[in-house]
């Protein structure tokens, strides 16, 4: 199984800064018709997750220009540009690229 | 729009069965795979299943595998999670998930059902 890990935030984060997000695959999520098969997610208080990047930085629809995602084969980074209340939650990466389809342990996001 | 609405969780005991529904609106249910995550009480996520879109695919990780049984009722948009042999480690919340047919990701997600295995 392909194991994510995840780093930590230096919580809290003061409204207005950026915030980077790390996960790291343990195998290449390169596939070889070169798109990376990486997922970030964001899980708000109370609510259920909702998908933020796909193939490692492309946005999803009516996601923020603010979130952007960036990487390699196996390491990877999301950035979160001038930090707002809504950006609170739990952050998770996932790769999608076999199965079984595995999660990172989430990153938790707090505002200062 | 596309809603995802599970029901069928609860209360049941260790070694017990229970069988999760979710109903799916908004969009042609029979074109897209669907999926069941499920998040323990103050944990991550972790993916339990996946099922193809005619059904004839189904995929799980070991931790379920055997136990579990996702299934699909195109005529009705409804996807199903059938539970037996239940543990007080599958205690959780269950999310139905659609898989993008595009972006290889889930897409969209229920709101959640609560399981609560336990004597």
């Known amino acids: 199984d392909i194991v994510m890990t995840q780093g930590a935030l230096p919580n809290p984060v003061p409204s207005g800064e950026s915030a980077s997000i790390t996960c790291q695959s343990s195998?290449?999520?390169?596939?070889?018709?070169?798109?990376?098969?990486l997922n970030w997610y964001l899980q708000r208080p109370g609510q259920s997750p909702q998908l933020l990047i796909y193939w490692m930085s492309t946005r999803a629809s009516g996601v923020s220009d603010r979130f952007s995602g960036s990487g390699s084969g196996t390491d990877f980074t999301l950035k979160i540009s001038s930090v707002e209340a809504e950006d609170v939650g739990v952050y998770y990466c996932?790769?999608?690229?076999?199965?079984?389809?595995?999660f990172g342990g989430g990153t938790k996001l707090e505002l200062k | 729009e596309v809603q995802l609405v599970e029901s069928g969780g609860g209360l049941v005991q260790p070694g017990r069965s229970l069988k999760l529904s979710c109903a799916a609106s908004?969009?042609?249910?029979?074109?897209?795979?669907m999926a069941w995550v499920r998040q323990a009480p103050k944990k991550g996520l972790e993916w339990v299943a996946t099922i193809s879109t005619s059904g004839s695919r189904t995929y799980y990780p070991d931790s379920v595998k055997g136990r579990f049984t996702i299934s699909r009722d195109n005529a009705k948009s409804s996807l199903y999670l059938q539970m037996n042999s239940l543990k007080s480690e599958d205690t959780a919340t269950y999310y139905c998930?659609?898989?993008?047919?595009?972006?290889?990701?889930?897409?969209?997600w229920g709101q959640g059902v609560m399981v609560t295995v336990s004597s």
């Open positions: 998930a659609r898989q993008s047919n595009w972006e290889p990701s889930f897409d969209y």
């Open positions: 996932q790769q999608f690229l076999e199965y079984p389809r595995t």
């Open positions: 908004g969009f042609t249910f029979s074109n897209y795979y």
């Open positions: 195998k290449s999520l390169l596939h070889s018709n070169g798109k990376t098969y």
